[in-house]
């Protein structure tokens, strides 16, 4: 049984920093892209960051280009977002997510959350101004 299982989520002042990281089970990711999406309360789910298996490619929103970095161990089968200089409009539940077969690493294609086949349970991160 595939699991994905995030963990670093809470709560933190404007300005902060927190690091997420998602834990997978059940498989590896070998040559399959791994992200992290998010959804706000009352929103739809929307894309965070995402990375290829070798880390050559990696894609930001532009929401949090140049505050979070996106990264992967592939020995210790982890994906892991560095968040800094958070914000309130960064307050979401966040999701890792991963594909079961490599359906292609467009980068279009991989800032969409169909893209995914695999999601954890989410991780709620709370910003306060």
């Known amino acids: 049984q595939v699991q994905l299982v995030e963990s670093g989520g809470g709560l933190v002042q404007a300005g902060g920093s927190l690091r997420l990281s998602c834990a997978a089970s059940?498989?590896?990711?070998?040559?399959?892209?791994m992200g992290w999406f998010r959804q706000a309360p009352g929103k739809e789910r929307e894309f965070v960051a995402t990375?290829?298996?070798?880390?050559?490619?990696?894609y930001y929103a532009d929401s949090v280009k140049g505050r979070f970095t996106i990264s992967r161990d592939n020995a210790k089968n982890t994906v892991s977002l560095q968040m800094n200089s958070l914000k309130p409009e960064d307050t979401a539940v966040y999701y890792c997510?991963?594909?079961?077969?490599?359906?292609?690493?467009?980068?279009?294609?991989?800032?969409?959350?169909?893209?995914?086949?695999?999601w954890g349970q989410g991780t709620q991160v709370t910003v306060s101004s």
């Open positions: 059940g498989r590896t990711f070998t040559h399959l892209p």
């Open positions: 990375i290829t298996y070798s880390g050559d490619s990696i």
């Open positions: 997510a991963a594909q079961k077969v490599n359906y292609g690493s467009a980068e279009d294609w991989l800032r969409q959350a169909r893209a995914y086949d695999y």
